[in-house]
């Protein structure tokens, strides 16, 4: 299976209702199963310390109106912040990743993810950054409505080398607010 998901432009699932929320150190085994289950590796200490950092934004998306008790994880995302441009990558908030268990892609779970991590950026900065595998099709259209351009392309960029020696570094103004599409039912997390 590859890590990233197929490219098919217009592939939709049923939209599912979600709620979006911080992640917490219990997350951190459902974080694990995701990564696997999605073909890629899984840091679970590096997922604690970023759950624990004030200055990031971990956050899962879960189906909303669950009952009572521990709901399954349907996908996850975070944020980091890149403190020395040592390659191209600025200085900056970057969107850093977004895994969707893949019983659960195109159903509307990254694209909350996305929306509830920009809006978390744009309380921050005038702009947010993002680097993708030049080869990931599928999460570079995932980016699109929030306005991410491409800014420079490179086998390194914000400290990541790239599974066929090429990434993409793209930006996108977090301020003045413009439109953005979000599933409605998705409140921001706090």
Same mark, same amino acid.
């Given at each position: 299976?590859? *890590?990233? /998901?197929?490219?098919?432009?217009? *592939?939709?699932?049923?939209? #599912?209702?979600? !709620?979006?929320?911080?992640?917490?150190?219990?997350?951190?085994?459902?974080?694990?199963?995701?990564?696997?289950? $999605?073909?890629?590796?899984?840091?679970?200490?590096?997922?604690?310390?970023?759950?624990?950092?004030?200055?990031?934004?971990?956050? #899962?998306?879960?189906?909303?109106?669950?009952?009572?008790?521990?709901?399954?994880?349907?996908?996850? /995302?975070?944020?980091?912040?890149?403190?020395? !441009?040592?390659?191209? $990558?600025? #200085?900056?908030?970057?969107?850093?990743?977004?895994?969707?268990?893949?019983?659960?892609?195109?159903?509307?779970?990254?694209?909350?993810?996305?929306?509830?991590?920009?809006?978390?950026?744009?309380?921050?900065?005038?702009? !947010?950054?993002?680097?993708?595998?030049?080869?990931?099709? /599928?999460?570079? *259209?995932?980016?699109?409505?929030?306005?991410?351009?491409?800014? $420079?392309?490179?086998?390194?960029?914000?400290?990541?080398?790239?599974?066929?020696?090429?990434?993409?570094?793209?930006?996108?103004?977090?301020?003045?607010?413009?439109?953005?599409?979000?599933?409605?039912?998705?409140?921001?997390?706090?």
């Amino acid at each position: 299976m590859s *890590a990233f /998901a197929e490219f098919a432009p217009g *592939a939709r699932g049923e939209l #599912v209702p979600l !709620a979006v929320r911080r992640a917490v150190p219990d997350d951190v085994g459902a974080l694990v199963d995701i990564q696997r289950r $999605a073909g890629r590796d899984a840091h679970p200490e590096s997922y604690r310390r970023a759950i624990g950092d004030p200055g990031r934004c971990v956050l #899962v998306a879960l189906p909303a109106g669950a009952p009572d008790g521990p709901a399954p994880v349907l996908g996850w /995302a975070q944020t980091y912040h890149h403190d020395e !441009a040592t390659d191209p $990558a600025p #200085v900056g908030h970057y969107l850093g990743g977004v895994t969707v268990d893949p019983r659960w892609r195109r159903r509307g779970v990254a694209a909350a993810l996305t929306g509830a991590r920009m809006v978390w950026v744009e309380e921050r900065a005038a702009e !947010a950054h993002y680097v993708v595998n030049a080869r990931n099709r /599928a999460s570079i *259209a995932l980016h699109q409505p929030w306005g991410f351009a491409e800014v $420079a392309r490179g086998p390194r960029l914000s400290g990541i080398t790239f599974d066929g020696g090429v990434g993409i570094l793209l930006r996108a103004t977090t301020r003045p607010p413009r439109q953005r599409i979000r599933n409605t039912s998705n409140p921001p997390p706090p």
